[in-house]
């Protein structure tokens, strides 16, 4: 039986530490979804299709990723495409809180969907998309944090 998975996000944009986590994930699952969630409540800095593009450039050497975006409810295009589990990173004891609530909640929507977390390398437990995006603005270099492609588009945006 075909094990699939979805990784739903911001990727606002996308960094290593999220990458780190799709890695890991790749090992487990035959196939991975990663899920650009369109958010109106949110004002994010990139396009859902600029989102979308960066997670397919820097991860077109993974052929069993695929690549999509979704509005509504996590569970239900879990669904659609077929996942029997739902991937989240931990980075630290700060996100477990909300991660735990999320997890329990979507546990009540559907039953057959587990979350699995997975834990990124300790060097990238401090990153995340809003504080990239910060730096960004002020100047500072994060070649280290993000893809190539979303390090361009941030020069090029500031
Ligand atoms: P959201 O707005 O849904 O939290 P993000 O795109 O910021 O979306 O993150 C998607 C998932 O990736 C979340 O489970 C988040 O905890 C995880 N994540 C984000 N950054 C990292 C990182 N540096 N290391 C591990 N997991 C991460």
Not at 10 to 24: A, E, K, S, Y
Not at 102 to 131: D, G, H, Q
């Amino acid at each position: 039986m075909k094990r699939t998975a979805i990784y739903p996000g911001t990727f606002d944009p996308v960094t290593n530490g999220h990458i780190d986590i799709i890695q890991r994930a790749v090992e487990l699952f035959d196939e991975l979804w990663v899920t650009v969630a369109i958010n109106p409540g949110k004002q994010p800095l990139f396009s859902i299709d600029e989102r979308v593009a960066f997670l397919q450039e820097s991860l077109n050497n993974y052929p069993t990723v695929k690549i999509d975006k979704f509005s509504g409810l996590v569970v239900e295009h879990a669904r659609e495409v077929g996942a029997s589990a739902i991937i989240r990173g931990l980075r630290a004891v700060s996100d477990f809180e909300y991660e735990f609530q999320m997890a329990l909640m979507n546990r009540k929507l559907a039953e057959e969907i587990n979350t699995v977390f997975l834990m990124p390398n300790e060097k990238y437990t401090y990153l995340n998309s809003s504080l990239i995006r910060g730096l960004a603005k002020f100047g500072a270099d994060v070649s280290a944090f993000v893809p190539p492609c979303v390090l361009e588009a941030l020069k090029r945006i500031n």
